[in-house]
């Protein structure tokens, strides 16, 4: 089956993803998702490694490869190299997470690629950077963690460092090259060039740091862990009622003099010892057992009603099942359903973004390894007798 696109937003845009695991792959679904014609070339099966996320038909799998299509070069061969430049040609944008001596031993870094298809837009991922003392490390997503600073002021104080329970480095730093490929992709629109991207996992860590770099780089403050309570603003955090907990976030002085009424509790407002906001950062621990006393006298649902009537944000602390039961989930459309014409019917989330013209979906589910081989070297112009010449080869 052709270019089946998920939008039509990128839809005249062609992709090649030579990425593998998980921040590389982020970041062509992303380019995916909005129509992008992406082709993931994997090496033959009998060749693979561990490349795949709990196996190609395992949920993070299907999950992260879904709008693409796949196909199999053999690029240990030359002339697998040489029908992956050929691919190339045709293309607007590549996506590689190779190690950083690769892509030139390969021949197929950007200089190279650049002077046949000097439009190419060029996305490298790595774990550290393209080059300085770090760039021939391995790097993985809690590596990074670690090295960007998130570990240090993850979990509760005084018990260790805690990783955050999502690959935050691996799917930002995704995300940021996607971003990256449409801004040179929208220069490339005035200037007629490509150009070569490149982010990283401790890059994308160390940014998403955002106010916590300030508390440093201005300040000089070196922030620690918060545990459940917002480090700079109080009350913000996990809060127990009477059946379970709960968050709730109050900022400004407004908000906290609304929020003692609500709770039942004026005369906080008017405490010497809370009445501005490094007050109540200095006593926030009094504070803090003080609201959760009053909390339990009331189950969850009677305080999330109150206090969003009295415009203090809270909400639910939900498990996975509970997400995908609110209402507002619901409403919002977040779950697509595609068929898989191996595993069936398939529920996924889409896009958290919705476009009034040219909206995303999931057009197709993630491909088998090498699913669309034949139909893009047809594509590319090679012959039934080229092919299995090829694949006597074992080029693909």
Same mark, same amino acid.
């Given at each position: 089956?052709?270019?089946? !696109?998920?939008?039509?937003?990128?839809?005249?845009?062609?992709?090649?993803?030579?990425?593998? @695991?998980?921040?590389? $792959?982020?970041?062509?679904?992303?380019?995916?998702?909005?129509?992008?014609?992406?082709?993931? +070339?994997?090496?033959?099966?009998?060749?693979?490694?561990?490349?795949?996320? *709990?196996?190609?038909?395992?949920?993070?799998?299907?999950?992260?490869?879904?709008?693409?299509?796949?196909?199999?070069?053999? =690029?240990?061969?030359?002339?697998?190299?040489?029908?992956?430049?050929?691919?190339?040609?045709?293309?607007?944008?590549?996506?590689?997470?190779?190690?950083?001596?690769?892509?030139?031993?390969?021949?197929?870094?950007?200089?190279?690629?650049?002077?046949?298809?000097?439009?190419?837009?060029?996305?490298?991922?790595? *774990?550290? /950077?393209?080059?300085?003392?770090?760039?021939?490390? $391995?790097?993985?997503?809690?590596?990074?963690?670690?090295?960007?600073?998130?570990?240090?002021?993850?979990?509760?104080?005084?018990?260790? !460092? +805690?990783?955050?329970?999502? $690959?935050?480095?691996?799917?930002?730093?995704? #995300?940021?090259?996607?971003? /990256?490929?449409? +801004?040179?992709? =929208?220069?490339?629109?005035?200037?007629?060039?490509?150009?070569?991207?490149?982010?990283?996992? =401790?890059?994308?860590? @160390?940014?998403?740091?955002?106010?916590?770099?300030?508390? %440093?780089?201005?300040?000089?403050?070196? !922030?620690?862990?918060?545990?459940?309570?917002?480090?700079?603003? #109080?009350?913000?955090?996990?809060?127990?009622?009477?059946?379970?907990?709960?968050? #709730?976030?109050?900022? *400004?002085?407004?908000?906290?003099?609304?929020?003692?009424?609500?709770?039942? &509790?004026?005369?906080? &407002?008017?405490?010497?010892?809370?009445?501005?906001?490094?007050?109540?950062?200095?006593?926030?621990?009094?504070?803090?057992?003080?609201?959760?006393?009053?909390?339990?006298?009331?189950?969850?649902?009677? %305080?999330?009603?109150?206090?969003?009537?009295?415009?203090?944000?809270?909400?639910?602390?939900?498990?996975?099942?509970?997400?995908?039961?609110?209402?507002?989930?619901?409403?919002?459309?977040?779950?697509?359903?595609?068929?898989? !014409?191996?595993?069936?019917?398939?529920?996924?989330?889409?896009? $958290?973004?919705?476009?009034?013209?040219?909206?995303?979906?999931?057009?197709?589910?993630?491909?088998?390894?090498?699913?669309?081989?034949?139909? #893009?070297?047809?594509?590319?112009?090679?012959?039934?007798?080229?092919?299995?010449?090829?694949?006597?080869?074992?080029?693909?």
């Amino acid at each position: 089956m052709p270019h089946l !696109p998920a939008s039509a937003a990128l839809q005249r845009f062609r992709v090649v993803d030579l990425t593998q @695991v998980r921040a590389g $792959p982020t970041a062509c679904r992303q380019l995916a998702d909005w129509g992008a014609d992406v082709i993931q +070339v994997q090496m033959p099966e009998h060749m693979r490694g561990d490349d795949t996320l *709990g196996g190609q038909d395992g949920s993070d799998y299907q999950y992260t490869h879904r709008n693409k299509r796949s196909m199999t070069l053999n =690029l240990k061969e030359q002339e697998g190299i040489d029908v992956l430049k050929r691919l190339i040609a045709t293309a607007d944008v590549l996506v590689e997470n190779f190690r950083a001596d690769v892509k030139y031993r390969l021949g197929i870094d950007y200089d190279s690629l650049a002077k046949d298809n000097p439009g190419l837009v060029y996305a490298s991922i790595s *774990g550290f /950077g393209q080059t300085g003392p770090y760039s021939k490390r $391995p790097g993985f997503d809690q590596i990074a963690q670690g090295m960007g600073g998130l570990m240090s002021v993850t979990g509760l104080p005084g018990q260790g !460092p +805690v990783r955050v329970g999502l $690959p935050i480095a691996d799917l930002c730093s995704g #995300i940021f090259a996607a971003q /990256g490929i449409l +801004v040179a992709l =929208l220069e490339r629109g005035a200037s007629g060039k490509g150009q070569w991207l490149h982010t990283s996992l =401790l890059e994308a860590t @160390v940014y998403m740091m955002d106010f916590q770099t300030a508390r %440093w780089l201005t300040d000089g403050e070196i !922030p620690g862990q918060a545990g459940n309570y917002h480090p700079t603003s #109080i009350p913000t955090g996990v809060y127990q009622a009477r059946d379970g907990f709960m968050n #709730i976030a109050v900022f *400004g002085s407004k908000i906290w003099e609304r929020f003692c009424q609500i709770l039942g &509790a004026p005369e906080l &407002a008017h405490d010497d010892r809370y009445k501005d906001k490094m007050g109540r950062s200095k006593n926030r621990d009094v504070l803090n057992a003080e609201i959760n006393r009053r909390l339990a006298m009331h189950d969850r649902a009677h %305080w999330i009603e109150c206090f969003n009537e009295g415009g203090v944000a809270c909400g639910l602390i939900n498990n996975m099942q509970e997400v995908f039961e609110e209402p507002q989930v619901k409403h919002l459309n977040m779950v697509k359903t595609v068929v898989s !014409p191996r595993l069936g019917e398939q529920r996924l989330v889409g896009q $958290p973004v919705q476009l009034s013209r040219t909206p995303s979906t999931i057009a197709r589910s993630a491909p088998r390894r090498g699913e669309h081989t034949v139909e #893009i070297l047809e594509e590319l112009g090679f012959d039934a007798a080229d092919m299995a010449r090829m694949k006597a080869a074992s080029v693909f």
